[in-house]
Nanobody, 126 residues
Framework: QVHLVESGGGLVQAGDSLQLSCAASGRIFSSYAMGWFRQAPGKEREFVAAITRRGGTTNYADSVKGRFTISRDNAKNTLYLQMNSLKPEDTAVYYC???????????????????WGQGTQVTVSS
């Protein structure tokens, strides 16, 4: 089992940048494929980005491609989401998620992830 804690959210203006972090504890972090999801008020939770165990492969939702970057530091047991050129429609609670996986595995489906953080709020004003 792995415990996940997100941080780095806040209130920013459109065009600004933020970096979210997800600190993991428990089992070996490098055993897990990781993802970021978000949920806006009144909307379903949606996929944002995903990364394989060693970070060699990443996937992004079309809505964030070219603006967001997912990365991980296995030595620090931490997952990151660098968000640039933020838009008001990026406003949501952002969650990190983990799934024990083989090397090279990545998934965009929230049902595939076994462990979730509590979320961090990102608000982008226009």
């Amino acid at each position: 089992q792995v415990h996940l804690v997100e941080s780095g959210g806040g209130l920013v203006q459109a065009g600004d940048s933020l970096q979210l972090s997800c600190a993991a504890s428990g089992r070996i972090f490098s055993s897990y494929a990781m993802g970021w999801f978000r949920q806006a008020p009144g909307k379903e939770r949606e996929f944002v980005a995903a990364i394989t165990r060693r970070g060699g492969t990443t996937n992004y939702a079309d809505s964030v491609k070219g603006r967001f970057t997912i990365s991980r530091d296995n030595a620090k047991n931490t997952l990151y989401l660098q968000m640039n050129s933020l838009k008001p429609e990026d406003t949501a609670v952002y969650y990190c998620a983990a799934v024990a996986a083989r090397l090279g595995y990545t998934t965009t489906r929230d049902d595939d992830y076994a462990f979730w953080g509590q979320g961090t709020q990102v608000t982008v004003s226009s």
